[in-house]
């Protein structure tokens, strides 16, 4: 992803899921990418949670540190189940992102852990309409914030066409990760 006129920063941490990495600007979050999958049981909290980090950017610009900082310790949270992390959203920056994406993830950040939600659903809480739902679908594909803005939670609709599909559809990092994800936010998140 192009990252414009912004300067980044970028960290890289393991978690529960696999290796992310975090790009920050002076503005806020760029990207927060999964560049190496890890198979666990997500469903029982692996590793406790815990968020490794293997490198952090130095010497560089301290507001772009403080966001990915930021970052850090909201995956710290989100893998410990611990609900904070739905009210402590780290900055992000769109600055490089079309509107209309901008408005999604936007609403995209209103659900909750262990919500779910259709492509059409979000279409008409963005839109009040559900026509835009392929160019949500195709949001959701391009989404460079991944878990923070959660795509995991958007789900094709249960028509009789994909009921006997994968019921989550597709993921950018793979359905099987979509899954894991939805099962642990329901599992670990409670209030
Ligand atoms: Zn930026």
Redesign the pocket.
């Known amino acids: 992803m192009s ?1 414009g006129t ?1 300067l980044l920063s970028s960290a890289t941490v393991d978690t529960s899921i696999g290796r992310i990495k975090l790009s920050a ?1 002076p ?2 979050l ?1 990207l927060i990418e999964l560049t190496i999958t890890k198979e666990c049981e997500l469903e029982t909290g692996c590793d406790d949670g815990r968020v490794l980090v293997l490198e952090f950017p130095r010497q560089e610009n301290l507001e772009s540190q403080d966001h990915i900082h930021k970052g850090i310790k909201w995956l710290t949270k989100y893998f410990s189940g611990n609900m904070e992390c739905t009210h402590e959203v780290p900055t992000l ?1 769109f ?1 490089n992102l079309p509107d209309f994406t901008t408005r999604v993830y936007k609403q995209l950040l209103q659900t909750r852990p262990g919500d779910t939600l259709t492509y059409s659903e979000l279409s008409q809480r963005t839109i009040g309409s559900s026509k835009a739902a392929r160019a949500v679908g195709n949001a959701m594909k391009r989404n460079p914030f991944i878990l923070v803005v959660p795509c995991h939670r958007v789900v094709p609709s249960l028509t009789r066409h994909n009921k006997s599909c994968n019921p989550f559809g597709k993921y950018a990092c793979g359905s099987s990760l979509k899954e894991r994800l939805i099962n642990f936010e329901r599992n670990a998140f409670t209030s």
């Open positions: 990252s912004c600007c503005q806020g760029h920056c600055s």
